[in-house]
């Protein structure tokens, strides 16, 4: 089954830093999906990526997808408390429909 | 927009005991989905469903048992719980078992259950 291992597993920063978190797969990748959850909510859907190379945004985020490493990265440029959370990647298998593989998330707190 | 609503949103139980986790959705989604979320593991997948009638096992299946007997709703049942079943659970849905950006899960605010 496809594994996904995020790094680092919490982060803490100062308000105003940037910062990147990764996402990498045992397998290869047919779609990466970043969810951001905060404490006590569901997960919020925030992109998707499919194609090697390529590289979305909203609003201070920023994801992109390494095909050939297996690996989708999420940076956030001059974070604000707004942006803490847990931010989880998740990926469809690509043979079997409907299992959906999450990480473990990474733990984001930002320090005003 | 009420979107998937999962009742109750904390619940104890003592070993032993059975309950029944609701999920509804009112997107007319035909993917429908469990997941439980334990720290430092993520969230793994317990069942899903790709539509009324029809329902598959996921990762983590031992002790849950599902139904879909219609679009709406798909309710998830402890038979008799154990300990190690205290864990957030969390319903999905999405209009398609393939995730796109104009199909991504929409997520319940889950139930925190405890088993004494």
């Known amino acids: 089954s496809q594994e996904l291992e995020q790094s680092p597993q919490s982060l803490i920063v100062q308000e105003g830093k940037n910062l990147t978190i990764n996402c990498t797969s045992s397998?290869?990748?047919?779609?990466l999906y970043w969810y951001k959850q905060k404490y006590g909510e569901g997960l919020i859907f925030l992109m998707m990526l499919q194609k090697g190379g390529e590289e979305k945004s909203h609003e201070k985020i920023t994801a992109k997808l390494d095909e050939k490493k297996q690996q989708s990265s999420l940076h956030i440029t001059a974070s604000q408390p707004s942006h803490a959370g847990i931010y989880l990647c998740?990926?469809?298998?690509?043979?079997?429909?409907?299992?959906?593989?999450f990480g473990q998330g990474t733990i984001l707190t930002v320090h005003p | 927009n009420a979107g998937v609503t999962q009742t109750p949103k904390f619940q104890v139980l003592k070993t032993g005991q059975s309950m029944t986790l609701q999920c509804a959705q009112d997107m007319n989604h035909e993917y429908m989905s469990w997941y439980r979320q334990d720290p430092g593991m993520g969230l793994r997948l317990i069942h899903y469903?790709?539509?009324?009638?029809?329902?598959d096992q996921g990762e983590v299946p031992n002790g849950y048992n599902v139904s879909r007997s219609t679009t709406e709703d798909f309710p998830l049942r402890l038979l008799s719980a154990a300990p190690s079943q205290t864990s957030v659970y969390f319903c999905?849905?999405?209009?398609?078992?393939?995730?796109?950006?104009?199909?991504?899960?929409?997520f319940g605010n889950g139930t925190r259950l405890t088993v004494t």
């Open positions: 999905a849905s999405s209009s398609s078992g393939t995730q796109s950006e104009n199909s991504p899960l929409h």
């Open positions: 469903s790709v539509g009324a009638g029809i329902t």
């Open positions: 998740g990926a469809d298998s690509g043979t079997s429909y409907g299992k959906l593989t």
């Open positions: 397998k290869t990748l047919y779609g």
